[in-house]
């Protein structure tokens, strides 16, 4: 069957998935290899004083047991950030490393103190229980304000107050200046500090990592979920201290991701030095309560926002002060999110034309922070948001004009904004009115009164987004033909569940006019695929841009063999799904038939090509979100009732992948704004450590979720595509909060709303019943 751009069809991958047939890390060499045990810090700081694993060693079934002192006699290399920022004053961060176990400091309840590697996962268990180790606990600091005041607790020394960076980004000076004579010209200033809170990844597969030696000396063999084999490959390798391409990471699929499995973590590096040292497979399967204590973290900024705005409520000037909380060490590309990442979509989808960005990363005694799906977007987006709402709050105007009249507008299509990067198209007020008629926005008083006659509030709320996506360069695909006619194709990055494979078979299959079954897509392998990494929702901008650019060149290739078979001129040769015909006669061949035709079992097809591909510039998606709630005062308990969200993703591939993808994103701002609630005591203890306490959003909590398209085509890539992958985490937040504080006639209200904090804000409202 042929596949067309444009088609809603269901992926090739489904029908394997849930029949079973997935392989997933735990799946390879089911039940073979030595088993891992880590003993973790109870205290999330303290000076580690003594370690006694003697006993440990001698247990039953034990064959290693390693601290970082064994790592350091090995030479054994340590984590380190990859994005050195450069601070205001010009000068860049001082950089700080983190070693796979605790040397003599740890910074976070449950680093790694101790391994145990044993024949069975109950004698590493047991073997744990064995070790001694004395530690004193100093003073923690969770919190990004807490941690800057005078006589914080320190972490480093290289960070005085606790700031690992001071970054500044737009235009600092004219910002300050319009800050400085807005009273005196006669306008108006408007602020907010919003609290944008921690989020536990919490995918349906955590960590697995299974090592062993390779087939040829010194080398090494590794099973792990990843979104990109080379990269975890080339860390790990730099780490033991091997060449890059004696170790060799397979990544199978991968059950979920969204942003942490980019990053190496300790304990890959802990299992695959283990593998080497003892000549052995050695497997770990993480329990989901060590990801709670361990995993790379999403999200967790405060940020100050204000703007200037005139009497109409047009935006001025702009600017956002965020204390970013690093964590306690410094993740793969921790310090780009709130930075770089973050500024990019600063001013979101209005027309503000002086604005600058500051953040501040502060190191605190949690696990380290990174990128969570939207990666430092969905941060500031909440946060210009909620200031937009404040500005409706504070000035009478409603919020959908206050959004109306600060919009970019069509006709300044491309759009440069003031942090320096151009908006290539789109219309944004146009839509927006789309969402409130598709919203019935006017309806909503008749639908509140009807609740208010049952006893509760109901509210509405609203936002738009904004997403830069798509941009850059990625190693692409690899094409290769064999004598059958079938096509291979390898390809960067790696699919966590996003249907990878049926994209990029469907738009060969539409530029080639290849049936679908003949087209295998191939990823995970750090020996043979492209060099990338998913994330960014930049897959289908890259490579399936590479895959739309090497069938081009794959049918001019054809070309000249197609006229030849069929005798016929170049110019009386024409090319349309998959055929080539002479235009002056009946005569036509197949692309595939050409293949076979033309394939040498002994020398590589002459078709098989090497496709990078670079982007010209980002793709900015962007839409917007409207929420409606209700909320029973007798149990403080929010029900969301309806949600509507348009957006422009520019062309589309696949409108039934693109909605699940738009919804899952959804169902996790929506976890964010109502339900995922990370909490550390005034020691750094995890007081949400497990799915009893931290609440995921569930399906009898989520609507029907009304999702349309307005869509403009992206300038920028060869598909015309924008990145869905993350929008819906960046819209719906704040739509849900408008929508809560609507129903509440507050201003604000902190993520998460819960039963609780609704609770509190009637007490201290003497809000009563509806």
């Not at 926005?441 to 509140?448: I, N």
């Not at 609440?695 to 890539?717: E, G």
Request: net charge negative; with cysteine.
């Amino acid at each position: 069957m042929k596949f067309e751009i444009g088609q809603g069809l269901t992926r090739i991958e489904d029908h394997r998935l849930v029949t079973g047939a997935g392989v997933y890390t735990d799946d390879v060499k089911a039940g073979e290899g030595l088993r891992v045990g880590f003993l973790r810090a109870p205290f999330a700081h303290a000076k580690l004083l003594s370690l006694d694993v003697s006993a440990a060693a001698d247990a039953p079934g034990v064959v290693l047991v390693a601290t970082q002192a064994d790592l350091d006699a090995d030479n054994i290399g340590e984590i380190a950030c990859k994005n050195v920022v450069v601070n205001s004053d010009n000068n860049p961060m001082p950089m700080v490393t983190k070693p796979p176990m605790v040397r003599d400091i740890n910074r976070y309840a449950g680093d790694i103190v101790a391994m145990v590697v044993a024949d069975s996962q109950m004698h590493a268990d047991n073997a744990l229980d064995l070790i001694e180790v004395d530690f004193d606990p100093l003073d923690a600091v969770t919190d990004v304000y807490a941690a800057v005041a005078e006589g914080a607790p320190q972490l480093y020394s290289e960070y005085p107050s606790n700031i690992a960076f001071d970054w500044q980004k737009g235009d600092p000076a004219a910002t300050k200046d319009s800050f400085a004579t807005a009273k005196q010209d006669g306008h108006k200033i408007v602020e907010v500090d919003v609290i944008n809170g921690r989020v536990i990844v919490n995918s349906v597969e955590t960590r697995p990592i299974i090592a062993a030696p390779g087939d040829d000396p010194d080398t090494l063999l590794i099973w792990c979920g990843t979104q990109g084999a080379r990269s975890i490959s080339t860390q790990i390798a730099d780490a033991l201290n091997m060449p890059h391409d004696a170790v060799r990471v397979l990544t199978h699929d991968v059950g979920g991701s969204f942003g942490f499995k980019i990053f190496l973590h300790p304990e890959q590096v802990l299992v695959s030095w283990a593998a080497r040292t003892l000549g052995s497979l050695v497997r770990w399967q993480q329990p989901r309560s060590d990801g709670f204590l361990s995993d790379i973290q999403g999200r967790d900024t405060r940020t100050k926002a204000r703007a200037v705005i005139d009497d109409s409520g047009r935006i001025l000037a702009y600017e956002a002060d965020v204390h970013a909380n690093m964590g306690a060490w410094l993740s793969n590309f921790s310090t780009a999110i709130p930075t770089i990442s973050a500024n990019s979509a600063l001013t979101g989808t209005y027309d503000i034309p002086v604005a600058s960005l500051r953040v501040r990363g502060v190191v605190t005694n949690t696990p380290a922070i990174d990128a969570y799906r939207g990666a430092g977007r969905p941060e500031l987006i909440y946060a210009l948001e909620r200031l937009l709402d404040q500005i409706a709050f504070e000035t009478g105007i409603s919020r959908v004009d206050v959004r109306r009249r600060n919009l970019i507008k069509a006709d300044q299509m491309p759009y440069p904004m003031a942090v320096g990067i151009t908006i290539d198209s789109g219309d944004m007020p146009a839509l927006f009115e789309t969402a409130l008629q598709r919203a019935d926005w006017d309806g909503f008083a008749a639908r509140r009164e009807a609740a208010h006659v049952k006893g509760l509030y109901r509210g509405i709320g609203l936002g738009m987004y904004l997403e830069k996506s798509g941009d850059g360069s990625d190693g692409g695909v690899h094409i290769s033909f064999a004598a059958n006619g079938y096509m291979t194709v390898l390809a960067s990055q790696q699919c966590n569940g996003q249907g990878h494979r049926m994209t990029l078979t469907q738009i060969l299959s539409d530029k080639l006019g290849y049936d679908a079954d003949k087209i295998t897509v191939q990823q995970g392998d750090s020996a043979t695929m492209p060099e990338g990494t998913t994330g960014g929702a930049r897959m289908t901008a890259l490579i399936g841009s590479a895959a739309a650019k090497a069938s081009a060149s794959i049918i001019e290739m054809a070309r000249p063999q197609a006229a030849q078979k069929l005798d016929c001129a170049l110019d009386d040769l024409a090319f349309d799904d998959g055929i080539f015909a002479d235009k002056a006669s009946n005569r036509s061949i197949t692309l595939a038939d050409l293949v076979i035709a033309l394939a040498d079992e002994k020398t590589p097809h002459m078709f098989d090509i090497r496709q990078p591909y670079a982007s010209d510039g980002p793709s900015y998606p962007y839409g917007c979100h409207i929420a409606e709630v209700e909320i029973d005062p007798a149990t403080c308990k929010v029900k969301l009732d309806r949600f509507t969200c348009v957006n422009d993703f520019g062309v589309v591939i696949n409108p039934v992948m693109l909605e699940g993808q738009i919804q899952g994103g959804i169902v996790q701002g929506i976890g964010q704004a109502l339900y995922e609630h990370v909490v550390y005591d005034d020691q750094g203890q995890l007081l949400a450590g497990s799915l009893m306490d931290y609440t995921l959003p569930r399906a009898d909590h989520i609507p029907m979720l009304d999702i349309t398209m307005r869509n403009t085509p992206c300038q920028n890539n060869a598909l015309g595509v924008k990145g869905a992958g993350q929008a819906g985490a960046i819209g719906a937040p704040h739509a849900v909060i408008s929508a809560v504080c609507n129903a509440l006639s507050i201003p604000h209200i902190d993520m998460p709303a819960t039963p609780s904090s609704i609770w509190q804000v009637m007490q201290t409202r003497n809000i009563t019943a509806a």
